[in-house]
């Protein structure tokens, strides 16, 4: 089968890869109809997440056709189309029966290499490295799915792949990131990347009845989708963060603060930017954290700062002491995604929301490779894109 595959910092290519085939009796062996490269992806493709090895099929959004059933699935079957969530889990495991499933026990082959930088192991995910698994991603013709009775998500026929593929990462990852820090009504939500999980934020943020949502990026084009969805915004190529938001907020700052951009930030002052390039090429911390930074800095006392963008090891001038001092609550992790799937596919069949308005490029397996580079180097333009094998 055609894949994309992962051969060194900043190269993906299109290869012919060995067909997925039946491992064991909970899989399936799913005809990949539409798959997106995450905005994570790139801290593979720049080279942050070790442990890729050349020739990795990568890819964690993905859906499609059941082709093959393992002897031990029983809710589905040979034909059904689904969504696949993109972190695998057992679904019997203590923190599985908590629905905290990004954190499940049993699904990481690779826990030991992972150990020593968490403590402890989460689950594992699709196309995410050697860390987490070395399962091969969906940015593929097939891919096989572990224990398919706990994470698949059957797809009604009158909804297009578009309206719900980003139901298996981005759409709960932006939800999960403004509910876990219990926004509601009354809150001023302030985002932090306008990017494609910040998207998803600062919609959801309005769908949980926030009050006000500010979305803060430098490019102009993802400060316009943005304000399409209600936000307003601030240019960080032009404006000072806390000032502006000072000023909009009356002096208050918002109450809840989101870091949709994790660990490949960049920051509005040339100092920093040096200071963290410098750090990280010398390997001094591994991730740049300039908008962790600034959530901390422009959140209100008594708020809450929430970190769905990736963070994979150490950081730098970290404000502590601010965090501390303003009694600030903080949360974070990779997204339970199988518990919210189904709450959020019956809004976009309400039509409370339509996912694939983010969406900028189309296009096929092939298109990959310059997708990938499109998505790095040009963010204005380039929000979110869906390949078809």
């Known amino acids: 089968m055609r894949a994309i595959t992962y051969h060194g910092t900043g190269k993906v290519q299109v290869d012919n890869v060995d067909d997925p085939t039946i491992e064991e009796p909970g899989d399936i062996v799913l005809k990949v109809t539409s798959t997106a490269i995450c905005g994570s992806d790139l801290h593979l493709y720049d080279g942050f997440i070790p442990e890729m090895r050349k020739g990795d099929v990568l890819g964690h959004e993905f859906m499609g056709e059941i082709v ?18 993109f972190n695998i889990a057992c679904g019997q495991c203590d923190f599985c029966r908590m629905d905290a499933f990004s954190l499940c026990d049993t699904t990481n082959p690779d826990h030991e290499k992972v150990e020593p930088l968490y403590g402890q192991s989460p689950g ?18 097939y891919v096989r799915v572990p224990h398919a009775d706990v994470g698949l998500v059957a797809v009604p026929e009158s909804l297009h792949d578009e309206k719900v593929l980003f139901l298996t990462d981005i759409f709960p990852t932006g939800y999960q990131a403004v509910e876990q820090v219990g926004t509601g009504p009354g809150d001023m939500v302030a985002v932090w990347g306008a990017g ?19 979305a803060l990026d430098f490019e102009e084009g993802r400060l316009e989708l943005a304000r399409q969805a209600g936000a307003e915004t601030i240019n960080l190529s032009k404006e000072d963060s806390y000032e502006r938001l000072l000023d909009l907020t009356g002096g208050k700052l918002p109450n809840r603060c989101i870091d949709a951009v994790g660990l490949e930030a960049h ?6 930017n040096i200071y963290d390039k410098a750090k990280t090429a010398m390997m001094l911390e591994t991730d740049r954290p300039n ?3 600034d959530a901390i800095m422009c959140c209100r006392k008594g708020g809450a700062v929430s970190i769905p963008g990736v963070y994979a090891g150490f950081v730098d001038k970290f404000p502590i002491g601010a ?30 929301i339509d ?11 092939e298109d990959g490779p310059e997708f990938y580079r499109n998505f790095r180097d040009n963010r204005s333009e380039f929000t979110k894109c869906v390949m078809t094998p």
């Open 68 to 85: 093959a059933v393992g002897s031990g699935v029983t809710k589905f079957k040979q034909g059904d189309r689904v969504l696949v969530p």
């Open 124 to 141: 594992g995910m699709f196309g995410y490295s050697h860390l987490f698994g070395g399962y091969a991603g969906g940015q593929a013709e």
């Open 196 to 214: 494609p999980v910040g998207q998803f934020a600062i919609r959801s943020a309005f769908l949980l009845g926030a009050e006000r949502v500010f």
């Open 267 to 272: 920051g509005a002052s040339v100092i920093g």
């Open 291 to 293: 908008a962790l930074r």
């Open 323 to 352: 965090a501390f001092g303003k009694g600030l609550t903080m949360r974070g992790g990779q997204t339970h995604t199988r518990a919210y799937m189904e709450r959020l596919l019956k809004r976009i069949e309400a039509g409370e």
């Open 355 to 365: 996912p694939s308005t983010i969406i900028s490029h189309r296009g096929t397996l």
